[in-house]
């Protein structure tokens, strides 16, 4: 988990020395291994990045990343899983870190929206195009990480979170119709409003481009689309093991990391199944688990029987009450 933030402005008002701090320390939470900001030399483009480190933990990976010849700037939260292998279509860039950001700037350089079709992850990232005067923003397929957006007074501001936003303006109201929406039937995360009227979040599958104060919005990924193309086994034995290997894939790209990996584990169905393929990949990983001192709502006896197959390190936290 990354923090970013920023904004664009399309009148000659300049971004104020004083909002950056503040804006910067709105999403520090999210990034704990560095804090980095970059401004426009016409201070009408600000981008901010609070970095939590996952691949290559150097200085070089900081961000916002500068492309080599300083006309784009990115600001990345997420994980590129095949980004070693779209490295290697991209050849003609001269590399100066391991990250998967900048493998992720060069690919939209080179690609532009079409990039997005290549990537397998999860991921918000905004780039900035200097020559263009233009803001290129995106959202992952299932809308994982999240990206949300202010327009205010001829100004786009985004955000990794809402409450950067009272920062820009104190005065924004809640959105009673996205409020009864949510309560009403729980449909909330796959449409575009919020509970504040005037935020909005990019929608999963989707990605913007902001310029000369105009916000044109696109999609680049849609269910239906991607289930027409997969052809399924028929028989039953052929599914299973098709299941297997998708599963198996998936934690296997998931797990690309220059830190320790942990499997948050509940004791159901879903994580003991994760532990038990992520235990296949790196015997070395560890087990976290939160239980409960009654045992009627603890699942305390379901982790301990997968934990003792899989033969993980198990750390527990008893969560009571008072916490």
Known sequence: MCGIAGS????????EDKIIPKLVNSVKHRGPDNQNFWVSKKRNALMVNTRLSIID??????????????RYIIVFNGEIYNFTTLKKDLKEFEFK??????????LYIKFKAKALEMIEGMFSFAIYDKKKDELFCARDQYGIKPFYY????????????????????????????AIFRYLN????????????????KIKPGHYLIVKKSKIVEKQFWKFEKKFEKTILPKKEEEKREYINLLMSKAVENSMVSDVPISIASSGGLDSSILQILAHKKNPKIDLVSWIFKNPKFSERNFIDQISKKTKINSRKYCVTEDD
Request: aromatic share 18%; no cysteine; glycine share 2%.
């Open 8 to 15: 664009i402005n399309f009148i000659d008002k300049r971004i």
């Open 57 to 70: 933990l150097t200085k070089k990976g900081n961000q916002p990343f500068e492309s080599q010849d300083k």
């Open 97 to 106: 870190s391991d990250t998967d950001t900048e493998v992720l700037l060069y």
């Open 150 to 177: 202010y327009s205010y007074k001829n100004q786009f501001w985004f955000s990794s979170e809402i409450k950067t936003f009272f920062i820009i303006d104190k005065n924004i109201t809640k959105n009673d119709n």
């Open 185 to 200: 039937s729980e449909y909330h995360e796959h449409i575009k409003e919020t509970f504040y009227k005037d935020i909005f």
